[in-house]
């Protein structure tokens, strides 16, 4: 019988308003139509999946998503939903961050101007909520969130701290996936928010605090019969 494997990583020690878990399937345990892994997609949670390998699609209300190798997805189950992972001819492996509906509206309640729009149509009441309008999102995984994704079903900590990592690593994915990027115009779509935050226009918001945290180089001077020579400090990326 095809089977999909599933590693429970860590969740909410006191309210279960967050879980992480892995998943796999070699490309032989596919079968010839799919393996199925709604499982991992419960209604009224958002789900946040790092899909490293392997094809996939989910439908369900609201709900229509082609998942493909090395991209990240954003999906919000109103209900049951169809989840299959397609036999593509390759293995499959990604790793899904569940967050609670309920709990993530009185975490994100009071900071709403800043969210991502797919979180203002999810976390917004019924008369604000755009109905019939697919819920999720995809798009290409960036080289960190592939560290990310390992880092996650693999903690660098022991397992005494993983409680505490994990907690961290939860909020970090809630400020990093939740929220618009800095300067990114309310309209802006997760898709090419999270690739402008991953790219070169990011850059000069992230060096800009580490040239005010470090004090300036000395200027060594060199002297010659000509009189001093001053080297110029060279930043190497």
């Known amino acids: 019988m095809p089977r999909l494997e ?25 079968g010839s139509h799919g393996l199925s892994w709604s499982h991992a997609l419960a209604p009224e949670k958002i789900h946040l999946i790092f899909n490293l390998g392997g094809q996939a699609v989910v439908i369900g209300q609201s709900t229509r998503l082609g998942i493909a190798p090395s991209t990240v997805a954003l999906c919000y189950p ?30 994100l309640g009071a900071h709403g101007q800043g969210l991502h729009p797919f979180l203002s ?14 819920v999720g999102q995809v798009r290409s995984m960036t080289l960190s969130e592939k560290d990310m994704a390992r880092q996650l079903s693999d903690p660098p900590v022991d397992e005494l701290a993983q409680s505490i990592w994990y907690a961290a690593k939860v909020s970090e994915i809630i400020a990093l996936y939740m929220f618009r990027p800095r300067g990114a115009s309310p309209g802006e779509p997760f898709s090419t928010g999270r690739k402008r935050v991953a790219g070169g226009t990011a850059r000069p918001e992230i060096t800009r ?27 190497c990326c």
């Open 78 to 107: 109103k209900g049951d939903t169809i989840a299959t992972r397609l036999p593509d001819g390759s293995n499959h492996e990604f790793v899904v961050v569940s967050l609670d509906y309920k709990w993530l509206v009185r975490q």
């Open 209 to 235: 605090p580490t040239r005010r945290l470090r004090p300036p180089l000395p200027q060594p001077r060199l002297f010659l019969r000509n009189g001093p020579h001053h080297f110029s400090a060279v930043a």
């Open 121 to 134: 149509v999810v976390l917004g009441d019924d008369s604000t909520r755009a109905k019939g309008r697919p």
């Open 6 to 30: 599933q590693d429970f990583l860590h969740a909410d020690p006191v309210g279960g308003s967050w879980s992480l878990a892995w998943y796999g399937a070699r490309m032989a345990d596919c």
